[in-house]
């Protein structure tokens, strides 16, 4: 397949390239400033040049704090990007795979969440994301949405390095033990959107490792996978946002509200593409290793 990869420079994207590359796909690279997606004529021509079979966005606006007083600039990615890839792929024919987040559910369910539940997210980047989901699926009806929990992998920076960094330096570092993410290894995430593309599939799907842990059995996980004297330490949201804010404010940014609780079921994963992903202890044992 010719596959073009909006998002090409970012930290999915990175890895979205090597695999697509790795499998013998003809893999074009999209980066700003040369294509930005927010610029519908601009891509419809990228479209014509470069004949793509599948588009897959891995761009957005990601900076979920800064997404708070950028209100503008993180809707005109997440949503008006998203939605004029979309169309881009319609006009040119081409299969649409596009990235959305965890961030889209509320998070005050203490179950792994379906795709089939309520969605009312409490961030400004939530709700741009949200969006981009319905303007791709409006302009594209068999486009693939795919939602994941906190990515991490070789590209980018992520939580999972500068906590094992934390460690090797020898930081008391605080973790709360009452909210829970499902991590997410970018190669399980580039993996799952090619095979998605050789299955045909679309509609909403969760990709994220099997299993789900507090951010301080995460860091607890990695402190013990790591050698060196730091510490992780429990502490509550109740008695950790404060802080936080607090330290957003005094740089003039905002903490945003993120889910409680968004572990997500991989139920239909499994069901309908038959991935089984591994746990993401054992995903972290790997990350780490390398
Ligand atoms: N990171 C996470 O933990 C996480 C969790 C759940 C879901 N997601 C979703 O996963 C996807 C990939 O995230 P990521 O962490 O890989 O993001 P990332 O590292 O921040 O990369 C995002 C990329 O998007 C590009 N971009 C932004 N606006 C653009 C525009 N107008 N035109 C073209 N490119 C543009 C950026 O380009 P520049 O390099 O030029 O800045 C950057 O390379 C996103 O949809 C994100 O919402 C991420």
Not at 81 to 104: I, K, N, Q
Not at 155 to 165: E, R, S, T, V, W
Not at 209 to 235: H, K, M, R
Not at 259 to 269: F, I
């Amino acid at each position: 397949m010719r596959i073009c990869v909006a998002g090409a420079r970012g930290m999915l994207g990175q890895q979205v390239v090597e695999t697509a590359s790795s499998l013998g796909h003809t893999v074009i690279p999209w980066v700003r400033p040369h294509v930005d997606i927010t610029q519908f004529e601009a891509l419809v021509q990228q479209c014509v040049d470069d004949k793509p079979d599948a588009i897959i966005n891995c761009a957005a606006w990601t900076d979920v704090d800064g997404a708070e007083t950028n209100i503008d600039a993180a809707y005109l990615a997440n949503q008006t990007g998203a939605g004029h890839l979309a169309r881009a792929a319609t006009l040119s024919g081409s299969r649409f795979v596009h990235v959305s987040t965890d961030f889209v559910y509320p998070g005050d369910l203490h179950r792994p969440l379906l795709e089939t539940d309520e969605t009312n997210p409490l961030s400004v980047y939530g709700q741009s994301k949200l969006a981009g989901e319905q303007a791709v699926l409006s302009a594209k009806a068999d486009a693939l949405v795919i939602r994941t929990g906190y990515i991490f992998g070789r590209h980018g920076q992520n939580l999972i390095d500068k906590i094992a960094y934390g460690i090797k330096s020898g930081y008391s570092m605080p973790f709360v033990t009452d909210q829970w993410i499902s991590p997410t290894s970018t190669p399980l995430l580039a993996d799952a959107i090619l095979r998605f593309l050789t299955y045909d599939s679309s509609g909403i799907y969760h990709v994220t490792q099997d299993g789900g842990c507090s951010t301080f059995e995460l860091a607890t996980f990695i402190a013990n996978q790591v050698d060196g004297s730091g510490v992780i330490t429990p502490t509550t949201l109740t008695d950790w946002e404060p802080v936080q804010s607090a330290r957003c404010e005094a740089v003039g940014r905002v903490l945003a509200k993120r889910p409680v609780y968004s572990v997500l079921s991989t139920e239909k994963l499994r069901t309908m593409l038959d991935i089984e992903p591994i746990t993401w202890q054992e995903s972290l044992r790997i990350h780490l290793s390398n």
